[in-house]
């Protein structure tokens, strides 16, 4: 935590990038299986990844994943499951995500088109939201700026539940968007890398410094 912003770099592919990005001050390290992403992983690959990897919770990113898929995932030994799919995904298959893993450890993202906001049904459902920028194609990762108001709107009705903030932050942006979105917990990915998968510890060091200026 910096500044009172709990952080979560994802997109982690190497033990290097997972302690330059604990050194930073990263309380969460997230990583990617979904085959369509630049930082995918597979279980085999985590797996020998996991004995060097440095004290932090995991997340487990997925994108609308079978039951199967999700257990499989579950039993690599992950804190959180962070679960990507579309807006209009059926409720009886995402409250099945939540009882493969628990309300509790189940981060939903759903995939929001600008004019549509969080349905009131999931907010039963879990006890953690990310909101990521919305791309027709893709399940983040895009480097597009999020839309922070959108954001500050939904954490101001629903002080419940976690709410997590992605989308294009980087050690430019990032002092703005939290001024503009009141996000308490950010979640950062391409802008503090030098390539697709590659952490920048520069820009972790920048990042680390804007948060806590």
Not at 24 to 32: E, Q, T, V
Not at 61 to 78: D, H, T
């Amino acid at each position: 935590m910096i500044n009172k912003i709990t952080l979560k770099v994802c997109g982690i592919t190497s033990a290097e990038d997972a302690h330059a990005a604990v050194a930073a001050g990263a309380d969460h390290l997230g990583f990617i299986f979904h085959p369509a992403s630049p930082r995918a992983l597979s279980a085999e690959r985590f797996a020998a990844l996991r004995p060097a990897l440095p004290a932090a919770k995991r997340v487990a990113v997925v994108v609308n994943p079978a039951p199967a898929q999700l257990a499989a995932v579950a039993g690599l030994g992950f804190d959180a499951f962070q679960v990507h799919f579309k807006a209009d995904e059926p409720m009886h298959r995402i409250a099945a995500w939540a009882e493969a893993v628990g309300a509790a450890r189940l981060w939903l993202a759903p995939k929001l088109p600008p004019e549509a906001d969080v349905a009131g049904e999931l907010l039963g459902v879990a006890e953690t939201f990310l909101l990521d920028a919305y791309h027709p194609e893709k399940y983040g990762g895009t480097g597009e700026t999020g839309d922070w108001a959108k954001f500050k709107r939904h954490q101001e009705a629903h002080p419940g539940p976690t709410w997590i903030l992605s989308g294009g932050l980087n050690p430019e942006n990032v002092h703005a968007a939290i001024a503009a979105s009141g996000a308490r917990f950010i979640d950062v990915n391409s802008g503090v890398e030098s390539a697709p998968g590659k952490k920048d510890r520069t820009k972790l060091r920048a990042l680390a410094l804007a948060l806590g200026a």
